[in-house]
């Protein structure tokens, strides 16, 4: 990691540097070659396949409606298209993605399902069982259960505080205002690695988990943003995008601190454009504050919508239309930062 620093890495080795990190493998880079911790040399080139650590997306923006959900759903598309193994996370209690894949049944299903995945020690093994498959990708579908998830993981988080000190209060105390939440089941500084723990005893491997999130600030969606250590942002081109923006990066720099961590921005995804100034000025006001991530434009188009309702991704639903090239170019820089080197297999 050290000698890596010397060669004042890209954005997008930082980004490998940083799982490496995190695996057996170390990245060497002189060689740009990973090497394994265990001795011999990987590959010159890892697949996150190999190195037994997906990918991990949050699309994430506390304002509603800026198409966090079809975003999600068609990256994910788009990296199956280009061959990837994916796995979508529907952290969103209001389970559009959910609906959005056709998979209705599973937001109604009885216990357990993600909430308890994410809330209850004894069920944290249970999102195998949670996961269900579509054409496209495998899903995490959200649940009705879900509309308690805020408060579990704020009061498991608040246990946490306590056992480490940081917060005056009795853990059980505390816990008897949750439902799942014991003071033997939280353990380290804070309880934000719910889904990271939850997606690491997985027993699947995927290339990518993308995380659809709510729209709202709280612990849902730190433990989605914490899992992923990623973020892409889909934002309106309008001007109320400037302050979900300012709110975002507080926000992320609040977590940061929180749970000592790196939080790396994937891009930005201007989403339901059109051909006004005001969206022009907004298209030049991304590219100025995010002047180091790529900004994508994708622009309104009702295909999306029905794509939506018909429970797929524009690349199911019709593949000519022209979007479909907006989310493969995401897909792509996706698979560079991320270091996905080898030639997509684009299947036929
Ligand atoms: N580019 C687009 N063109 C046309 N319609 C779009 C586009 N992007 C999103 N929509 C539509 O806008 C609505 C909101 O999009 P979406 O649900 O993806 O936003 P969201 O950020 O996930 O919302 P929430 O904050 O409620 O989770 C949906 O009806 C969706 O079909
Ligand atoms: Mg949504």
Redesign the pocket.
């Known amino acids: 990691m050290r000698a890596a620093m010397r060669w004042a890495p890209t954005a997008g080795e930082r980004s490998r540097l940083r799982r490496a990190a995190a695996t057996d493998f170390r990245f060497d880079s002189p060689e740009r070659i990973f090497i394994s911790r265990k001795g011999g040399v990987a590959s010159n080139v890892v697949t996150r396949r190999d190195a037994g650590v997906p990918a991990r997306v949050c699309v994430t923006?506390a304002?509603?409606?800026?198409?966090?959900?079809?975003?999600a759903i068609n990256v994910a598309g788009a990296l199956n298209r280009r061959g990837r193994d994916v796995l979508l996370v529907d952290l969103?209690p209001?389970g559009?993605a959910t609906e959005g894949l056709g998979l209705q049944e599973a937001y109604d299903a009885a216990p357990p399902t993600l909430f308890d995945a994410l809330t209850d020690r004894c069920h944290r093994e249970a999102l195998d069982d949670v996961v269900i498959s579509h054409p496209e990708m495998d899903v995490v579908p959200s649940n009705i259960d879900m509309l308690g998830a805020e408060r579990e993981l704020t009061v498991a988080d608040l246990v946490a505080r306590a056992k480490a000190g940081g917060v005056a209060a009795d853990p059980t105390a505390l816990s008897e205002l949750a439902v799942n939440v014991t003071p033997d089941g939280v353990s380290g500084p804070h309880a934000l690695d719910a889904l990271d723990r939850a997606l690491v005893g997985l027993d699947r491997e995927y290339d990518y988990v993308v995380v659809?999130s709510?729209?709202f600030y709280g612990k849902l969606t730190d433990t989605g943003i914490y899992a992923a250590r990623n973020v892409l942002v889909?934002a309106l081109a309008e001007a109320t995008s400037e302050r979900a923006v300012e709110l975002l990066v507080d926000q992320v720099t609040a977590l940061e601190a929180q749970a000592d961590i790196a939080v790396e921005t994937l891009g930005v995804v201007a989403?339901?454009v059109e051909t006004t100034r005001e969206d022009e000025e907004m298209l030049a006001w991304f590219d100025a504050v995010f002047a180091d991530d790529p900004v994508w434009e994708?622009?309104?188009?009702?295909a999306?919508?029905r794509a939506?309702s018909a429970g797929e991704s524009l690349f199911e639903y019709d593949d000519s239309v022209d979007?479909t090239e907006v989310f493969l170019d995401v897909a792509t820089s996706l698979d560079e930062q991320f270091g996905f080197a080898h030639p997509p297999e684009i299947p036929t």
Not at 63 to 71: A, I, L, N, R, W
């Open positions: 923006n304002k509603g409606g800026t198409g966090k959900t079809t975003v969103d209001q559009n659809d709510p729209p889909p989403n339901r994708v622009r309104k188009r009702v999306l919508q939506f979007m």
